[in-house]
């Protein structure tokens, strides 16, 4: 039947309503990155760098040549000041951060001088929240409410560190509660594979902090993405647009603009996803370490390249399109290979080694007697563990899975990279969701059966937890992370930390995360464990290299911990990791990232 027929005399009006309906808008918001950065960024603006998985590193290299050394004195928050954003306050542009993370991630966390010397001396103020609380601040801001629930904070210092945007609450039943402050930016960056010139952002996920923050800013969105589309491309794939025109100021092209960082497309066969500059971040990281070095490496990628196209240019197809190649869902099979002649194949073990395999065979264990269904995981040996209890729980048919807090629901770990947000992961994951489904629902939720694995900077008799700094000596590490959030989410707590007085003090100055759930502790020397309704921990497992007997390695050990260490009534001698538990867990981290120097 035709289209005349079905409508008569309205047809031409319906055709015109349809035609209107379809066309493409005529808003364009598409800017110049340089020219955006100029109208809508000026001193003393709170910024928030969006980490929806992607961050907009093209726009903060755009902020820092407009602003370096002019003291523009920002307030700046994030999810994590990692990599390339240490430049904001070796800059000197940035002198109060909101975060949760400030130092060195790829591959592994640690302090960064430029951190730590800014701290010190006071020129940078550091406002510690976690990887669930900072999110539940930006969604109270972008849901109009002042106030926030949360589960996380209670028993950490961050309680009183931050009274003045925490409450506690005592409910009508006598429980409580905390409470978190609307976190409301002047503007918001973010970084995106697509927009159309109205503005209309299409993100895939993970999407880690989600963007509250888009709909929290006072003063709307700065966006960068890899491409400028038409509105049809996005009615195509409208489950992945999440953040509406009328809120944005600027759509800025700037391909490639998450680097050093990747971008996975998860599937949309029309973006091309690019993998993480691994040379790129390493060299970074290695350049923080002295001031030459690092003056060095500002000039030369930043103050001398003055355009996000001369950026590119500088990095060069080569590199462009080995990284291309690296986002191949295969690619880590033949790293793998490069790097097999260098795997120690020698039954001799080192103690993180032993570390590493006796906490995963403590989480099998939990796992099959509590019955755990999902395991949260930190970076580091923690992270190792995991992995290899998982592959093992597999290997016993045990329903299991394992979770990382930006998102990722389901995963499968790929060989080769020990980065828990390895690139290569995302495509195995089952589900792919945001910071507040995990941590705030399947960790702390009623309904969570999570085990939670988590390294640390320091823990103390009680379990308690330091990763943020330790005041009395002006340092400053690296903060909280999602260690709190685990902590007083998870149906317990394993943790992995080398065995000496500076890691294991009577008390930690500084509580990133309470002890009350850390059940046990899993040290380069043995295992810590709390008995059954007792609050501290006591030697439960010595390690082989250790001593020959218990009450040999019950007198080694304790002359290594910071407080009067007690021994369990029976205590156990591990059995030392066989061929294939070693191989399982160095194919993981061939390179030694976290497992450190090969055996002798």
Not at 306 to 321: Q, T
């Amino acid at each position: 039947m035709r289209f005349e027929d079905l409508f008569g005399a309205f047809s031409e009006r319906v055709a015109e309503a349809l035609a209107i309906a379809e066309r493409e808008t005529s808003e364009d918001k598409v800017k110049d990155l340089r020219r955006a950065v100029e109208e809508l960024v000026r001193p003393g603006m709170h910024l928030h760098l969006g980490h929806a998985y992607m961050r907009p590193n093209a726009a903060l290299y755009e902020i820092c040549r407009r602003f370096w050394g002019k003291d523009p004195g920002f307030t700046v928050s994030s999810l994590g000041f990692i990599a390339n954003m240490v430049l904001l306050v070796y800059g000197g542009l940035a002198c109060r951060l909101i975060t949760t993370f400030c130092g060195d991630s790829y591959p592994f966390p640690g302090p960064n001088r430029v951190y730590q010397e800014a701290y010190r001396e006071g020129r940078l103020e550091i406002e510690n929240w976690t990887v669930l609380t900072l999110p539940q601040r930006l969604m109270a801001g972008a849901m109009g409410v002042e106030w926030m629930p949360t589960h996380s904070l209670l028993g950490s210092s961050m309680e009183e560190e931050n009274a003045g945007d925490f409450r506690v609450v005592e409910l009508p039943d006598g429980s409580r509660v905390g409470m978190v402050r609307a976190l409301r930016p002047d503007l918001t960056l973010i970084h995106a594979w697509a927009a159309d010139r109205a503005g209309n952002v299409l993100l895939t996920p993970p999407y880690a902090e989600n963007v509250f923050a888009a709909f929290a800013a006072r003063e709307g969105v700065l966006v960068t993405v890899e491409q400028v589309v038409p509105t049809s491309f996005l009615r195509r794939y409208s489950h992945f647009v999440r953040i509406p025109g009328y809120l944005v100021r600027a759509v800025c092209p700037a391909p490639m603009g998450v680097h050093p960082s990747g971008a996975s497309n998860q599937g949309i066969k029309e973006f091309e996803p690019y993998a993480e500059d691994e040379e790129f971040m390493l060299e970074l990281r290695e350049a923080c370490r002295s001031e030459e070095s690092l003056r060095n490496w500002v000039r030369e990628w930043l103050l001398e390249v003055d355009s996000h196209e001369r950026y590119l240019a500088k990095l060069g197809h080569e590199r462009i399109w080995y990284l291309k190649g690296r986002a191949a869902g295969d690619s880590w099979v033949s790293e793998l290979a490069d790097r097999i002649p260098s795997i120690p194949a020698t039954e001799e073990y080192t103690p993180v080694e032993m570390m590493v395999v006796e906490a995963a065979r403590m989480i099998r264990r939990r796992v099959r007697e509590a019955g755990y269904r999902t395991i949260l995981a930190g970076i580091g040996a923690s992270n190792l563990a995991a992995w290899k209890a998982w592959y093992d729980l597999r290997r016993e048919d045990v329903p299991v899975e394992l979770m990382a807090e930006v998102g990722f629901y389901g995963y499968t770990p790929r060989p080769a990279d020990p980065f828990i947000f390895n690139f290569r992961n995302i495509p195995t994951c089952t589900m792919l969701t945001d910071i507040t489904t995990v941590l705030g629902s399947m960790v702390g939720a009623a309904s969570g059966r999570a085990i939670g694995a988590l390294g640390a900077g320091q823990v103390d008799r009680f379990g308690n937890i330091n990763s943020t700094k330790i005041p009395e000596l002006g340092l400053f590490l690296v903060g909280s992370g999602g260690a709190c959030d685990v902590a007083l989410g998870a149906g317990e707590v394993l943790v992995t930390v080398a065995m000496d007085k500076m890691r294991t003090p009577e008390r930690v100055s500084y509580i990133t995360a309470p002890g009350e759930r850390v059940r046990t502790v899993v040290t380069t020397e043995g295992v810590l464990e709390k008995p059954p309704g007792e609050e501290e921990l006591v030697l439960t497992a010595f390690f082989p290299h250790v001593a020959a007997d218990g009450r040999e390695a019950l007198q080694a050990i304790a002359s290594r911990c910071g407080w009067d260490l007690r021994a369990a009534p029976s205590l156990r001698r591990a059995q030392p990791p066989s061929r294939e538990e070693l191989y399982d867990v160095r194919i993981f981290d061939p390179r030694r990232y976290f497992l450190g120097e090969p055996p002798a």
